[in-house]
């Protein structure tokens, strides 16, 4: 199963290359692999459907007990089957519906499959963590699949409600997952079944996963977004909602009712809810006139059926539920092809312009009108001996029961009354509508409709069969007061007789259908989609509300927001515990240095807090930096020290480049009294900082983690002890920053390119007669002659009194060194003072350099790569090096220590930890560049363009 799963991802990815070949017909390729998985589905479906549960697992995060777990029953088996049986079917139907020239039909057809295969295995996995993966990936397919044509708002409308609401119902299906798994004390879906647990904490779970399952499926108050959904194109209705993506969230339903049906919360909610769906939106499907809405509320109308029929935690009504799911998915799905065929052939779906298409489409409306009866649920189809056994499933119960056969009754009404609707509005002549007319079709667009309408003919003929298929899930209930069985003919009963009260009852509100439009019309209040847009809007506003009342724009204020609050909550956590832990014996220092460094620091922060010029307080704040790394050094932390001063040297520098465009000396705005509050803020939290860390050390009762350190890093291969612990020990740490150091550099810097390309300037796009730029804030270019063209880049774009010749030779001959020594910190960072992000800093600096030298055109030519390629690869390099460990078995990030003796080199000690930090070190060189492009070559081009004297002074807002 596992390979099967798999490999509909791989054919997805090759999909768009087939389509690119073959056009079109590409589609009947790719049907292939659904056709293996229905004949591999078949080959099991003996000892399957006689109560062998196929089982496979492959060990996955062993840590957290996750595994490539995989389960097959009859349950699973059937909607594998639905899945890849109805899927090969509507893959055939693509090789006509679409044009060679449909724009994204390779994208199209490869998200199709992938869908296939996430929907295969989200019914096949038996591990609660990678059910939600495989949920979520058919909620992120299917938003490609109904925002296909996205050059239509609709289309992209359409999916962006789909992804939200199912979105929200999976994140809290998630949270349920959890908490049940933590609960159980195994992740194993089959496990959990056998011995449920219980308790409040369970309960919430359950109620939890049941609001993934009711969004899932479109239940109320889910349910708006499957209409919406009506924008894609007609084969995916066919297949994501009538056969798959819906179906989702009745299959977990059913997967879970054998054993949690009877918590208290389970069959309120599955009842009301479904029932209500059942019942308003059947009410809504009788005054549609396009055809595929008017099946769009029919399937949620069903859809609640379902959710009440499999959620009622009988052992008849699991065996109607199954029945009448596999019922609708061929009928519906049949219909929703007959629509698209209708489409194509007349170019509309509105039942008000079509007219005689019985005449012009005779197998088409054949199986319509099968299909219409399965629908229905008229003999001698599926969907009559589904909904017989549904009526059966209620009789003989309590109350409850039996209120909810009333609704199933009015339900079946309606559902009987849309179904004439349909037929009548596809093919009946209509008095006043001329007669439509139809292009000719090809046989491969019909056959796959075909097959499905006789598929609802040959179930119900079967039906002895499709109560074997289903019995071994239906005997996991208790039983009950009857033994039914699925059969076409049960004989006079009372079954039969709501079954005709039904029909008849819908044939009255066909035949009532104007009257009935009317009194929608008119007691109508609020459609669903409205609600959903009020919904978001009143979202939007409200956020928009927040952000206007917390987001001032000062600068001072959130800092000084973030600080109180860290005062008054560290406070408060201190209050409780007076006195607190203080040293017996502190030490102070260890050396007069320590002293004489610590009072330069303390120095440079005052003086830098009662400068009013910018330079100056900038110098001054890299002075405490400085100051830092010398303690380090003092202490003993080379490797300490030696990040910190290449870091405070990049942004140092940085500071130096904005400070271009900002005014040199701070305004005078802030009044005496806030000036104070700030004093006593600061001094406040730089004491609450100092008694906690105090106060940390003293209360320590155990031995310091720190201690274990030493023998870590020497049994993951290295020496240096900080090196180690970034890309070793706490590397999934060091992920997460890279993963946020990426995103910042991305966003900051969107700030400054938010209509330019972040590309750097070549000198080749350069014109060959362009001047040099001019000394900044003049207006007319020197009247010295430019320098002939030589290896300086300088030469050519600067002009002589912008140029220090000789800081730029040293730049260029400088340039090589600095990038081997930045190599050197990374391959030795696990025996000596460096690591991938000293290296990166430090050919970061080199690039540095080479800008301050030559300008914008030199960092370019020093810069090949752009800056977003190197963020790109070092976050995947990384992440690649995080996930080796998964695949061969193993725990993420796991280093591995290789010796080898080589004819060169000699002895070689590397740890394949070496791969993350070279993640860093390329990631650390995009963000310094990036920064470089953004505040340094973009700003250079910005005052070139404004030639204005005052341009030095202008601030960036």
Same mark, same amino acid.
């Not at 939600?132 to 058919?138: A, H, I, K, N, Q």
């Not at 056998?194 to 359950?206: E, R």
């Given at each position: ?59 996955? /995060? ?6 490539? #777990? ?37 994208? &199209? ?23 939600? =993966? ?83 499926? @479109? ?16 084969? =995916? ?6 056969? #798959? ?8 339903? #059913? ?53 009440? =029929? ?16 596999? #019922? ?5 799905? $049949? ?120 598929? $609802? ?12 298929? /289903? ?89 000084? *927001? ?6 008054? /909550? ?39 807090? !009662? ?16 100051? $830092? ?11 300490? @020290? ?54 940390? &050390? ?18 993951? !291969? ?21 993963? *946020? ?44 002659? +430019? ?22 030779? =040293? ?32 050919? !970061? ?103 204005? +004297? ?8």
């Amino acid at each position: 199963m596992i390979l099967s799963v798999a490999s509909y991802f791989v054919v997805a990815a090759i999909a768009p290359w087939l389509v690119r070949r073959l056009g079109r017909n590409a589609f009947v390729v790719l049907a292939a692999l659904p056709v293996a998985t229905t004949g591999w589905a078949l080959a099991q479906a003996g000892p399957v459907f006689d109560g062998h549960a196929l089982v496979e697992s492959r060990a996955w /995060i062993p840590q957290q007990g996750v595994a490539l #777990a995989f389960r097959c029953d009859a349950l699973a088996l059937l909607m594998v089957f639905l899945a890849a049986g109805v899927g090969v079917l509507v893959l055939v139907y693509c090789a006509r519906y679409f044009d060679d020239d449909e724009p994204g039909l390779g994208a &199209f057809a490869g998200v199709l499959v992938a869908f296939a295969g996430a929907m295969i295995g989200l019914v096949t996995t038996d591990d609660l963590i990678l059910l939600y =993966v495989f949920w979520e990936l058919t909620t992120v397919f299917s938003y490609l699949l109904i925002g296909h044509r996205s050059e239509h708002r609709g289309s992209r409308r359409a999916a962006m409600q789909a992804l939200t609401i199912t979105t929200f119902g999976g994140l809290a299906m998630l949270v349920g997952l959890i908490l049940l798994g933590e609960r159980a004390g195994t992740y194993r879906l089959s496990e959990i079944l056998a011995d449920p647990p219980g308790g409040t904490l369970v309960t919430t779970s359950i109620v939890l996963i049941l609001v993934g399952a009711l969004a899932k499926s @479109a239940i109320v108050p889910f349910g708006s977004w499957l209409p919406a959904a009506m924008a894609a194109p007609t084969p =995916v209705s066919a297949y994501l909602h009538a056969a #798959a993506m819906v179906k989702a969230g009745v299959y977990l339903i #059913a997967r879970l009712a054998p054993g949690f049906a009877e918590l208290a919360p389970w069959r309120p909610i599955v009842l009301i809810t479904g029932c209500a769906t059942l019942l308003l939106a059947g009410w809504r499907a009788l005054r549609e006139n396009d055809l595929k809405r008017v099946l769009a509320y029919g399937t949620v109308s069903q859809l609640g059926l379902l959710t009440v =029929v499999t959620g009622a935690g009988t052992r008849d009504a699991a065996l109607a539920g199954i029945a009448i799911l596999v #019922a609708h998915a061929l009928f519906k799905a $049949c219909l929703f092809l007959v629509v698209g065929i209708i489409d194509h052939g007349a170019g509309t779906r509105d039942l008000r312009r079509l007219s005689g298409l019985a005449r012009a489409m005779p197998v088409t409306c054949l199986v319509a009108v099968v299909a219409a009866l399965s629908m229905a649920g008229l003999p001698p189809t599926a969907g009559f001996v589904a909904k017989e056994a549904v009526y059966e499933a209620f009789l003989h119960r309590g109350r409850a029961d039996t209120v909810v056969l009333g609704v199933l009754v009015a339900g079946s009404a309606l559902t009987a009354g849309y179904s004439l609707r349909f037929v009548w509005g596809a093919f009946a002549r209509k008095h006043g509508v001329p007669t439509t007319t139809c292009a000719p079709l090809g046989g491969l667009l019909l056959a796959p409709a075909l097959l499905l309408g006789a598929s $609802c003919l040959g179930l119900g003929l079967a039906a002895p069969a499709l109560d074997h298929w /289903i019995s071994s899930y239906a005997d996991l209930f208790p039983p009950g007061g009857t033994d039914y069985h699925l059969a076409l003919w049960h004989g006079p009963g009372i079954a039969l007789n709501l079954s005709t009260a039904a029909v008849c009852l819908g044939i009255v509100l066909f035949l009532a259908r104007e009257p009935v439009v009317r009194v929608q019309l008119a007691t109508a209040r609020v459609e669903p989609s409205r609600l959903y847009d009020l919904l978001v809007r009143g979202v939007d506003r409200g956020a928009l509300q927040l952000t206007g009342t917390t987001q001032r724009g000062s600068m001072p204020v959130y800092v000084g *927001v973030i600080l109180l609050s860290l005062i008054a /909550i560290t406070a408060a956590a201190a209050l409780g515990r007076l006195p607190l832990p203080f040293p017996d014996t502190p030490r102070w220092w260890d050396s007069a240095a320590q002293v004489v460094v610590a009072l330069l620091v303390v120095a440079a922060a005052l003086i830098a807090a !009662g400068t009013r010029g910018r330079l100056p307080t900038v110098l001054l704040v890299g002075v405490t930096g400085y100051g $830092c790394a010398t303690l380090f050094v003092l202490q003993g932390a080379p490797d300490l @020290a030696l990040t910190q001063g290449l870091v405070e040297t990049v942004s140092l520098v940085v500071f130096l480049l904005v400070l271009r465009r900002l005014p040199s000396r701070f305004r005078n705005t802030t009044r005496p009294v806030r000036r104070a509050v700030h004093i006593v803020i600061a001094v406040l939290t730089g004491g609450v900082l100092a008694s906690v860390a105090v106060s940390a &050390f003293a209360a320590r009762t155990r031995p310091p983690v720190s201690e274990a350190f030493a023998a870590a890093a020497k049994e993951a !291969g290295g020496k240096e002890i900080v090196s180690v612990l970034l890309v070793d020990i706490r590397a999934w740490d060091t992920m997460g920053e890279i993963a *946020v150091l990426a995103v910042a550099a991305i966003g900051v810097t969107s700030l400054i390119f938010v209509r330019r390309t972040r590309e750097l300037p070549r000198l080749a796009d350069r014109a060959p007669d362009a001047p040099p730029l001019p000394v900044d804030g003049d207006d007319a270019h020197p009247s010295h002659e +430019p320098e002939p063209a030589g290896r300086l880049v300088a030469a050519r774009t600067l002009a002589p009194e912008r140029r220090t010749v000789l800081f730029e030779v =040293v730049a260029r001959v400088a340039f090589p060194t600095v990038l081997i020594l930045s190599l050197y910190f990374l391959f030795s960072g696990h025996s000596t003072p460096g690591g991938g992000f000293a290296g990166g800093i430090t050919a !970061g600096l080199a690039l540095l350099v080479r800008y301050l030298a030559g300008g914008r055109y030199e960092l370019a030519e020093a810069a090949p790569l752009p800056a977003g390629r190197l963020l790109g690869t070092g976050l995947v390099v990384a992440a690649g090096a995080a996930l080796v460990g998964l695949i061969v078995g193993g725990a993420p990030l796991r280093s591995t220590v290789l010796d080898a003796d080589l004819p060169v080199f000699g002895g070689v000690h590397i740890a394949t930890s070496v791969f993350f930090d070279i993640g860093v070190y390329l990631l650390v060189i995009g963000l310094v560049q990036d920064v470089l492009s953004a505040l340094g070559a973009e700003l250079d081009r910005r005052i070139e363009q404004t030639r204005d +004297p005052d341009a030095e002074r202008t601030v960036i807002v």
